[in-house]
């Protein structure tokens, strides 16, 4: 009966004592992963897309090595060819080299002393002999090429300023040149070459830049400008030779800076190049419409071969670049006009006159 009674005043004081809450643990706490930051590289340039349409996949990839087979380490800047002979600008003269074998360029001769450098050359069709026009300084002088090995200046003509870029059409047989006046501004002029082989300046125009490359089309000629606006310009051809006022057609500006150091129209595009090599639809001439643009560096100039582009220029940090690449289309059509450049093919081999002559060869990766 004790033992019953202890049992249950035990029982009545458990429950008597207020329970004790629960406690509960808060769970680990986690810091949710922190986002990465990617800082945007100053040299990379956006571009500005005259249209909202998305742009087609614009990867490309090297399908061909370069491998340089030969060098002259002259101040040689520009270069045309006919058959196995490249024509170049040597400092105030213009150099013959025979380049029948690439690894072994051979001199051929030399031009005298013209007024001024040379680094822009165009052939001009003709018979029994093309003609050779080039720059030097502010005049063009034509070469007659038609004893071997020699040249001989037969007409010189002064321009309005220093000449940065050549462009003939070889179906009107009109040559634009461009070029500087003082610092900044620039012009076009549209020269005649004539049944009789001399030159007849037809009209000129102001630009408020002055043009690094130019490129003809029907009915067009765009210019691409270097300064403080820079851009693309393009002139309305009335007629062949006619020339008027320039307008502003893909704007440079501080963000998205645009100096074209190479034109080339080729069937309904046009391509140009300065930090990659792009394409634009130039069916509209006053809105090109960019279809696609290669990643890449600062492209000096470039030769669309077939659906591959063979390129020289440079990285930021000013290391020379030579590659050949293929491009998201096929290039379709011939180039319109003749072009003064630094570049040229022969036999596959890409060769190069910008400070230096340089021939490479192409071999499979």
């Known amino acids: 009966m004790k033992k019953l009674l202890i049992f249950l005043i035990t029982v009545w004081l458990v429950a008597c004592v207020p329970a004790q809450p629960t406690q509960t643990v808060p769970p ?19 571009i500005i897309i005259p249209t909202s349409a998305p742009l087609p996949s614009t990867s490309v990839h090297q399908t061909l090595a370069l491998r340089q087979v030969s060098q002259i380490q002259e101040n040689i800047n520009g270069i045309v060819m006919r058959d196995d002979v490249a024509f170049v600008g040597l400092d105030q003269s213009v150099e013959m080299i025979d380049i029948s074998q690439h690894e072994k360029p051979r001199i051929i001769s030399q031009s005298e002393s013209l007024p001024g450098e040379v680094s822009l050359l165009l052939l001009i069709p003709g018979e029994p002999d093309p003609l050779l026009v080039v720059n030097s300084d502010r005049y063009l002088v034509v070469l007659d ?8 200046p037969i007409q010189q003509v002064e321009l309005t300023g220093s000449l940065t870029a050549m462009i003939f059409d070889p179906q009107a047989n009109i040559l634009y040149a461009g070029g500087k006046v003082e610092k900044t501004t620039g012009f076009i002029s549209a020269i005649e070459i004539t049944s009789q082989r001399q030159m007849n300046i037809i009209e000129s125009i102001e630009m408020p830049e002055f043009p690094l490359s130019l490129g003809l089309a029907e009915g067009s000629l765009f210019a691409g400008a270097e300064g403080y606006q820079g851009g693309l310009y393009r002139i309305q051809l009335s007629s062949p030779g006619e020339l008027s006022p320039a307008i502003l057609v893909i704007e440079s500006t501080p963000v998205n800076p645009l100096q074209p150091f190479n034109l080339q129209v080729i069937g309904e595009r046009l391509y140009l190049s300065y930090k990659a090599i792009e394409a634009y639809d130039i069916s509209d001439p006053e809105q090109p419409q960019q279809v696609w643009r290669t990643a890449g560096h600062v492209v000096r100039e470039f030769r669309a071969v077939g659906d591959q582009i063979y390129w020289f ?17 096929a290039v379709t059509g011939s180039p319109v006009g003749l072009i003064a450049g630094c570049t040229a093919m022969h036999d596959e081999a890409f060769l190069i006159a910008y400070e230096g002559f340089e021939i490479y060869e192409t071999s499979q990766k």
Not at 39 to 45: A, F, L
């Open 28 to 46: 680990e706490k986690t810091n949710p992963p922190i986002p990465k930051l990617t800082h945007p590289n100053p040299t990379d340039t956006a």
């Open 313 to 329: 220029g440079w990285t930021i940090k000013s290391e020379n670049m030579y590659e050949v690449i293929d491009v998201p289309e």
């Open 145 to 152: 090429l038609s004893i071997p090995n020699t040249f001989t």
